[in-house]
């Protein structure tokens, strides 16, 4: 038996906390809950994400991927591209899970954190 309902809360290290909340914020379009000069909270659907300079050097490593749902991965590839965003590949297909696709395509923040974009499409059947 689990007693995890769902993923509430996850957290990126960071450099500056600064230059890290205008990228979440203004480019990504993030919803800005709450920060100081150490951390920054976003809602990305019902989801906190953290932003934060590691305290101490054992919190200091890279993070986990965090792949952000769309509805429309190329109309968000070309919007956040239109915003300066470099990405690492243009958006592929990665696998099938039932019924849908999953296509995803890979950036970088403005700290060096890789991230994604994923959509589920319906799958094509030959």
Not at 49 to 77: Q, R
Not at 109 to 123: I, V
Request: hydrophobic residues 40%; negative net charge; glycine residues 8%.
């Amino acid at each position: 038996m689990s007693f995890i309902r769902k993923l509430g809360q996850a957290a990126l290290p960071v450099r500056d906390v600064s230059r890290a909340e205008a990228f979440y914020r203004d480019v990504l379009g993030l919803f800005h809950l709450w920060s100081n000069q150490h951390m920054a909270f976003f809602d990305c659907g019902g989801t906190r994400l953290m932003l934060e300079v590691p305290e101490k050097p054992e919190f200091d490593h890279p993070g986990s991927v965090l792949y952000f749902d769309v509805d429309s991965l190329d109309e968000a590839v070309a919007e956040y591209t239109a915003k300066g965003v470099t990405f690492v590949e243009p958006p592929h297909h990665i696998g099938d899970l039932g019924n849908v696709s999953v296509w995803v395509a890979f950036f970088r923040d403005s700290e060096g954190n890789l991230l994604a974009l994923q959509e589920e499409r319906p799958r094509q059947t030959p």
